[in-house]
C-alpha cells in the first residue's frame, strides 16, 4: 500500500508540472500576442497620421505660394503708390501726334495675375448661340476672372450691369446662359419697355452715382439695400456708364472698407474727360477727346480707395473699337479674396 501510494504522488506530481506547463505557455503566447497587437495598433495609428501629415504640407505650400503671389502684387501696388500719391505727383506725360495724350491713365497698370482670366461675352449681337468663347472680341466683352468657379455656383451668383450703351445687351445674354446668374441692369436713358434684355437682367430706370431723386439717380449703396442684397456678394459688377464711373466706384469701394458691401469683380470701363479739341483747325473741323491732368486726379481719387477695399487690377487694355480708338481704357478689379481662391484651384 505504501508503495502505490508513492506512485499516485509521483503522478500527480507529473500532472502538476504539465499542467503548470501548459497554462505557462498559453500566458506566453496571450502576451506575445498582445504586444504584436499593440504593435499594429501603433502602426496603424503611425500609417493614419502619415497621411494628414501629407495632406497638411502641399496645403503648407499653397499658402507659402498664394502668398508670395501678394507680396509681389503688394510690391508692384507700392511702386505705383510712389509715382502717384503724394502733392508732387503728376501724370507720366508723353506726346503723341495722334492722341495729344496726358498719360493720365500709364501709371495705374495691372499688379496681379489671374490664372484663367477671359474675355468674356460676346460682342455680336447676331449671334444665336452666345456660348462661351464664341464672339468674345471687339468692343462688348470684358475680361473676366475665374469663369468656372463663377459656373460651380449653380446660380447663386450675382451681377449688376451699370449702362446699356444704347440697348446693347450681349454681356447680359450671355453671361445668362453661360453662368446662370440673377442678373441686374441700370439706365436712366431708357425705359423698361425699351429694354431688350428683359428676357435675361431685370431692368431698372435708375442711375447710378450721387443721391438725386429728380435724376432718377442713386448710389450703389442704396440700390444694393433697394433690392434686399445686403447678405450678398455682387459677383460681377460691370460698368460703362460715360462718365459715372468714377464717383460710383470710389463709393462702393469706400462701402465696402465699411463693411456694407461686398464686391468680387468689377469690370469698367474708363473714358477721358477731357474738353473736345479740334484735332486739326488749320485742315477741318474734326474733333477728339484727350485725358487730362483731372483724369489723373481721379484715378488717383479711386485707387486710393480700391486699395484700402483690397481690389486689384488684374487685366487691362486700351478700347480701340470705340472712343476713337484711345479715350477709353477697359480695367478688370478683383478682391484680393476672390483671387487667392480662384488661383488655389491651380496651386493647391
Same mark, same amino acid.
Given at each position: 500500500?505504501?508503495?502505490?501510494? /508513492?506512485?499516485?504522488? *509521483?503522478?500527480?506530481?507529473d500532472k502538476?508540472?504539465?499542467?503548470?506547463a501548459?497554462?505557462g505557455?498559453v500566458?506566453?503566447?496571450?502576451?506575445?500576442?498582445?504586444?504584436?497587437?499593440s504593435?499594429?495598433?501603433?502602426?496603424?495609428?503611425? *500609417?493614419?497620421?502619415?497621411?494628414?501629415?501629407a495632406q497638411a504640407?502641399?496645403?503648407?505650400r499653397?499658402?507659402?505660394?498664394?502668398?508670395?503671389?501678394?507680396?509681389?502684387?503688394n510690391?508692384?501696388?507700392?511702386?505705383?503708390?510712389?509715382?502717384?500719391?503724394?502733392?508732387?505727383?503728376?501724370?507720366?506725360r508723353?506726346?503723341?501726334?495722334?492722341t495729344?495724350?496726358?498719360?493720365?491713365?500709364?501709371?495705374?497698370?495691372?499688379?496681379?495675375v489671374?490664372?484663367?482670366?477671359?474675355?468674356?461675352?460676346?460682342?455680336?449681337?447676331?449671334? /444665336?448661340?452666345?456660348?462661351?468663347?464664341?464672339?468674345?472680341?471687339?468692343?462688348?466683352?470684358k475680361?473676366?476672372?475665374?469663369v468656372?468657379?463663377?459656373?460651380?455656383?449653380n446660380?447663386?451668383c450675382?451681377?449688376?450691369?451699370?449702362?446699356?450703351?444704347?440697348?446693347?445687351?450681349e454681356?447680359?445674354k450671355?453671361?445668362?446662359?453661360?453662368?446662370?446668374?440673377?442678373?441686374?441692369?441700370?439706365?436712366?436713358?431708357?425705359?423698361?419697355?425699351?429694354?431688350?434684355?428683359?428676357?435675361?437682367?431685370?431692368?431698372?430706370?435708375?442711375?447710378?452715382?450721387?443721391?438725386?431723386?429728380?435724376?432718377?439717380q442713386?448710389?450703389?449703396?442704396?440700390?444694393?439695400?433697394?433690392?434686399?442684397?445686403?447678405?450678398? /456678394?455682387?459677383?460681377?459688377?460691370?460698368?460703362?456708364?460715360?462718365?459715372?464711373?468714377?464717383?460710383?466706384?470710389?463709393?462702393?469701394?469706400?462701402?465696402m472698407?465699411?463693411?456694407?458691401?461686398r464686391?468680387?469683380q468689377v469690370?469698367?470701363?474708363?473714358?477721358?474727360?477731357g474738353?473736345?479739341?479740334k484735332?486739326?483747325?488749320?485742315a477741318?473741323?474734326?474733333?477728339?477727346?484727350?485725358?487730362?491732368?483731372?483724369?489723373?486726379?481721379?484715378?488717383?481719387?479711386?485707387f486710393?480707395?480700391?486699395?484700402?477695399?483690397?481690389?486689384?487690377?488684374?487685366?487691362?487694355?486700351?478700347?480701340?473699337? /470705340?472712343c476713337?480708338?484711345y479715350?477709353?481704357?477697359?480695367?478688370?478689379f478683383?478682391?484680393?479674396?476672390?483671387?487667392?481662391?480662384?488661383?488655389?484651384?491651380?496651386?493647391?
Open positions: 500500500m505504501k508503495i502505490s501510494t /508513492t506512485r499516485d504522488s *509521483s503522478g500527480n506530481n502538476s508540472r504539465i499542467l503548470l501548459i497554462v505557455l500566458f506566453f503566447l496571450v502576451g506575445r500576442f498582445s504586444e504584436r497587437s504593435r499594429g495598433v501603433v502602426i496603424l495609428e503611425q *500609417s493614419q497620421a502619415q497621411p494628414k501629415q504640407q502641399p496645403r503648407d499653397c499658402s507659402t505660394k498664394l502668398q508670395e503671389l501678394e507680396d509681389q502684387w510690391a508692384r501696388r507700392q511702386a505705383r503708390q510712389s509715382y502717384t500719391l503724394g502733392q508732387d505727383a503728376q501724370p507720366l508723353h506726346k503723341q501726334i495722334k495729344d495724350s496726358n498719360g493720365a491713365f500709364d501709371y495705374f497698370e495691372p499688379e496681379a489671374c490664372f484663367d482670366d477671359e474675355r468674356f461675352g460676346t460682342s455680336n449681337s447676331h449671334a /444665336t448661340d452666345f456660348e462661351r468663347y464664341q464672339g468674345a472680341f471687339g468692343d462688348g466683352p475680361f473676366l476672372c475665374g468656372d468657379r463663377i459656373i460651380q455656383q446660380g447663386g450675382l451681377i449688376y450691369t451699370v449702362g446699356t450703351n444704347k440697348n446693347q445687351i454681356f447680359e450671355t453671361a445668362s446662359l453661360n453662368l446662370k446668374c440673377e442678373i441686374h441692369t441700370f439706365d436712366p436713358t431708357i425705359s423698361t419697355q425699351q429694354y431688350k434684355g428683359n428676357d435675361y437682367s431685370k431692368f431698372h430706370e435708375w442711375g447710378l452715382g450721387e443721391e438725386d431723386p429728380e435724376k432718377k442713386i448710389s450703389l449703396e442704396t440700390v444694393v439695400q433697394k433690392l434686399g442684397h445686403q447678405n450678398r /456678394t455682387v459677383d460681377i459688377l460691370k460698368m460703362d456708364c460715360e462718365g459715372c464711373e468714377y464717383q460710383v466706384l470710389k463709393d462702393a469701394f469706400q462701402a472698407i465699411n463693411g456694407k458691401l464686391i468680387n469690370l469698367v470701363q474708363f473714358h477721358a474727360t474738353m473736345k479739341r484735332k486739326n483747325p488749320n477741318d473741323d474734326r474733333i477728339y477727346i484727350v485725358d487730362t491732368p483731372q483724369d489723373f486726379a481721379n484715378m488717383k481719387a479711386l486710393q480707395v480700391a486699395d484700402q477695399a483690397n481690389m486689384r487690377v488684374f487685366h487691362k487694355e486700351r478700347n480701340g473699337w /470705340t476713337g480708338g479715350a477709353c481704357i477697359e480695367y478688370a478683383a478682391s484680393n479674396e476672390f483671387l487667392r481662391r480662384a488661383n488655389s484651384h491651380y496651386i493647391c
